[in-house]
């Protein structure tokens, strides 16, 4: 079963779209996020690389605690 949406429900719909200037502090908010994620990603790679090589030099006995 489909449910479709009818005409006079569309053209009582109001839908906000903010001034460009909003949009485009959005799009660069966005834009800062995105980039803090992927640096973040990249720190979290680091670290389980790390993590890893820290526990073959354990395992190895090349490194004691």
Do not use: F
Request: hydrophobic fraction near 45%.
């Amino acid at each position: 079963a489909q449910c479709l949406v009818g005409s006079e429900m569309c053209k009582e719909t109001v839908i906000y779209v903010p001034e460009k200037k909003v949009q485009d502090r959005i799009a660069l908010l966005i834009a800062m996020i995105n980039k803090d994620i992927d640096l973040q990603t990249q720190k979290l790679d680091k670290l389980i690389k790390q993590r890893k090589a820290l526990q073959q030099y354990l395992l190895t006995g090349i490194v004691r605690v």
